[in-house]
Every structure is written in structure tokens, then in C-alpha cells.
């Protein structure tokens, strides 16, 4: 039997940097050590194959994330990502959070979270079948009422996980309308692995045993979820 696969997203890269720290840490310099260490220790797991959306600093586009996800069949979509907070605003914020695909989000923090990494490509979306309308309706609903649940699992795993081993940030659990988690057939979840803006978590993101921590939190997490998909 075919193991499944794990699809490891490290956010923005190439002309996007995505946040940047107060001493200049740049975001996508950050997610994709995460990432390869991630993939490292789940391939020594051997319970699943992994791939990566970007495995240089190359530009991405986030339409296509999740087409890579969709066709290759992905058993889940992990987005690695750090956070920060707009200039002028407080950088006492901190910790580690994950979030699900949400129309609604869980606080206005959240909101402007999704929106500034939407930002980063504004022809995200899906290409879904040629059907009718309410066909397509009705395979959305489907699709997405399981999708989202597997989602909702991925997440909480990965909360309780992360929990005890890096600081999370208050309501760690969180909803929000993130392009790169919308397609409907691949459970996905998207991890800040804490506050750029921070210069507490800035210095800890840029520890490369910092970062392995982050990883073997998230491979529990995964071979957590991958457990339970194959009892199902």
C-alpha cells in the first residue's frame, strides 16, 4: 500500500519575503528551515511520503499550492508560516498558533493575518469540474464537510503537540479566510510559528534548535493525523 502525502508548505519566498523582524529576519527565510527539517524527521518516521511546495527561495503563487496539493493527491497541506504585526503596533504579541480555513474569522487579529498574506497573490482560488451549479454544489458541500473536519483534527494535533514545547499564543486555535487552505478535498492547516515582531520569538525562529523543537512537534502532530486517516 502507497503511503500517503504530506505536503509541507513554507510560506512566501523569492520577491516576497512575508514579514521581517525588527533586526531584518525575513519570513521565508525562516519557514523553509522549518519545513526541510520537518520533512527530514518524518521521512526517518517513515510513515508517509513528503513533498514541498518550494524547496529554494522561489516565488509560489498560492493558487498554485493548492493545485500541487490537489493533484498530487495530498493526505494534508501544512503551511509554515511567522507572524507579525503591522508597523506601529505592539510587539509585546507573541507565541506559536495554527489556523483552519474559515469564511468567518475567529477575531479581527486573525482577519488581518489572512488578509496580508492573501495579499501575497490575488488570483488565488480553485479550478474545480465543469458541472452544473447545483452538481457542484452538492460536491462542495461534501467534499468540504469532511475536508473541514479533517482540518479542524490536523489543527487541534497540532495545538496539543506545540503545547508545552514553544509558547503559543493566547486562543492558539484559530478560523481565517487563507487562500492557500481552501481546497476542498485536502485537510489543511496553517502554522505562525510565532511573532516575527517579537524580538523575543524573532531570536528563538532564528535558532536552528528552535526551529528542530517546531519540527518534532509538527511530526507528532502529523503522524498523529496520518494515524488516525488510516484507521478510518
Same mark, same amino acid.
Given at each position: 500500500?502507497?503511503?500517503?502525502?504530506?505536503?509541507?508548505?513554507?510560506?512566501?519566498?523569492?520577491?516576497?519575503?512575508?514579514?521581517?523582524?525588527?533586526?531584518?529576519?525575513?519570513?521565508? /527565510?525562516?519557514?523553509?528551515?522549518?519545513?526541510?527539517?520537518?520533512?527530514?524527521?518524518?521521512? %526517518?518516521?517513515?510513515?508517509?511520503?513528503?513533498?514541498?511546495?518550494?524547496?529554494?527561495?522561489?516565488?509560489?503563487?498560492?493558487?498554485?499550492?493548492?493545485?500541487?496539493? @490537489?493533484?498530487?493527491?495530498?493526505?494534508?497541506?501544512?503551511?509554515?508560516?511567522?507572524?507579525?504585526?503591522?508597523?506601529?503596533?505592539?510587539?509585546?504579541?507573541?507565541?506559536?498558533?495554527?489556523?483552519?480555513?474559515?469564511?468567518?474569522?475567529?477575531?479581527?487579529?486573525?482577519?488581518? *493575518?489572512?488578509? @496580508?498574506?492573501?495579499?501575497?497573490?490575488?488570483?488565488?482560488?480553485? /479550478?474545480?469540474?465543469?458541472?452544473?451549479?447545483?452538481?457542484?454544489?452538492?460536491?462542495?458541500?461534501?467534499?468540504?464537510?469532511?475536508? /473541514?473536519?479533517?482540518?479542524?483534527?490536523?489543527?487541534?494535533?497540532?495545538?496539543?503537540?506545540?503545547?508545552?514545547?514553544?509558547?503559543?499564543?493566547?486562543?492558539?486555535?484559530? @478560523?481565517?479566510?487563507?487562500?492557500? *487552505?481552501?481546497?476542498?478535498?485536502?485537510?489543511?492547516?496553517? %502554522?505562525?510559528?510565532?511573532? *516575527?515582531?517579537?524580538?523575543?520569538?524573532?531570536? *528563538?525562529?532564528?535558532?536552528?534548535?528552535? /526551529?528542530?523543537?517546531?519540527?518534532?512537534?509538527?511530526?507528532?502532530?502529523?503522524?498523529?493525523?496520518?494515524?488516525?486517516?488510516?484507521?478510518?
Amino acid at each position: 500500500m502507497r503511503l500517503p502525502l504530506v505536503l509541507l508548505d513554507p510560506g512566501h519566498g523569492g520577491a516576497d519575503p512575508g514579514a521581517i523582524g525588527p533586526n531584518g529576519t525575513q519570513e521565508k /527565510r525562516i519557514t523553509l528551515p522549518i519545513a526541510l527539517e520537518l520533512k527530514r524527521m518524518l521521512e %526517518v518516521g517513515g510513515r508517509c511520503r513528503v513533498a514541498l511546495t518550494r524547496t529554494s527561495d522561489v516565488f509560489v503563487p498560492l493558487a498554485r499550492r493548492v493545485e500541487i496539493a @490537489r493533484s498530487r493527491e495530498a493526505a494534508l497541506l501544512l503551511s509554515i508560516h511567522a507572524d507579525a504585526m503591522p508597523a506601529g503596533q505592539s510587539r509585546t504579541l507573541r507565541g506559536a498558533s495554527v489556523y483552519t480555513v474559515s469564511e468567518t474569522a475567529t477575531d479581527s487579529l486573525a482577519a488581518a *493575518l489572512a488578509r @496580508r498574506e492573501n495579499l501575497a497573490d490575488r488570483a488565488g482560488g480553485l /479550478r474545480l469540474p465543469s458541472v452544473s451549479p447545483e452538481v457542484q454544489r452538492i460536491l462542495l458541500s461534501l467534499m468540504r464537510r469532511e475536508t /473541514r473536519a479533517g482540518s479542524e483534527r490536523l489543527a487541534r494535533l497540532a495545538v496539543n503537540a506545540l503545547d508545552g514545547e514553544v509558547a503559543l499564543l493566547n486562543q492558539p486555535l484559530r @478560523r481565517a479566510q487563507f487562500v492557500v *487552505l481552501k481546497a476542498p478535498d485536502v485537510p489543511a492547516a496553517l %502554522v505562525e510559528c510565532g511573532f *516575527l515582531s517579537n524580538p523575543q520569538d524573532e531570536a *528563538l525562529l532564528r535558532r536552528a534548535n528552535h /526551529r528542530s523543537k517546531l519540527a518534532a512537534a509538527l511530526t507528532e502532530a502529523v503522524h498523529g493525523f496520518i494515524g488516525h486517516r488510516s484507521l478510518a
